[in-house]
């Protein structure tokens, strides 16, 4: 009898604390199931990373004969000198999968010319935005810094269709500009990327904050030979405009300036976008003499032929 009456008690034992067990499980915390259905769609709603995770090496980005006809004077120098020229003089950053760049700079009797390429890997921080998206962002804040018409592309449209270009566009120029007194449309402005000087920050910041320059040059506005403001190139087919076939996005820029009594100085700029990439080509000239006028034809052809072979290289 006592052996009957004590299996029914632990059994009742037993089923409560299976009961309480239970009860805790299925209580007001969040189950298993529930978890993962969370963490299930935070990963359903990160946005894709760009194409690119590493950068081009940017001294070496350029051939040596493509070099050559950039810079003129370098043929005349001893061979010795003529290597040291053309390996280029790599910025300093932080981060080279992050930003990388190169200049180079050749002197002649009858001018100076500087050539300089830039690459920045844009990375987003908001996991809702890609990469992609973001270094569209940077891209069309470039383009606004400049004289060049802001109008969406292919495939850098906004998702209404518009333009991408933020109000604030103006506070990013391009990568490496100097507040040099370059004039466009007889405005002191600075050319994106101007190789003079241009040192990289080396911070992995998708906007830089160049320093204004001054309004108008020392000596007011240079004037081309025609007797029209300088600046932008003026010539039909030569004016700060958007390119297509180059990259997923592009455009050139072309600043004509004078400051003082110096020679008027050219620079040719060409940006353009693949992916999350944003590279940037800067060549430069400068005469001996102050009345000559650097070719705006001849520096945009050889920007452009350089910035399409980065975007073969950036391809393969």
Known sequence: MQRKAYVPGAAALLAALVTGVTGCTSGGGPTDSATDAKANGARASAAPPGRYRTLLEPCGSIERSTLKDLLPGVVTLPEDQQQQVLRGTPAVTYDTD?????????????????????????VSYDPAVSDDNRAQEVFAEKQAATSVPVAPGPGDAGPEGGTTASPSATESAGAGATPDLETRGGKGTQA????????????PSDDASPDS??????????????G???????????EPRVLEGL?????????????????QRRTVSVVFRTS????????????ALVTEVPDSKELQEKAQSVAGRLAELFDE
Do not use: M
């Not at 029209?228 to 030569?238: D, M």
């Open 98 to 122: 992050r930003r990388a760049a190169c200049s180079w700079k050749g002197q002649s009797p009858d001018s100076s010319h500087q050539v300089r390429v830039d690459f920045e890997r844009v």
């Open 192 to 203: 994106p990327g101007d190789p003079e000087g241009a040192e990289s920050s080396g911070q």
């Open 213 to 226: 320059s001054p309004d108008g040059s020392a000596d007011g506005p240079a004037n081309d030979p025609d």
């Open 228 to 238: 029209s403001p300088s600046g932008s190139a003026s010539t039909a087919g030569l």
């Open 247 to 263: 990259g997923n996005a592009a455009f050139i820029d072309d600043v004509l300036g004078r400051a003082g009594n110096t020679a």
């Open 276 to 287: 999350n990439v944003i590279v940037t080509v800067v060549y430069a000239e400068q005469p």
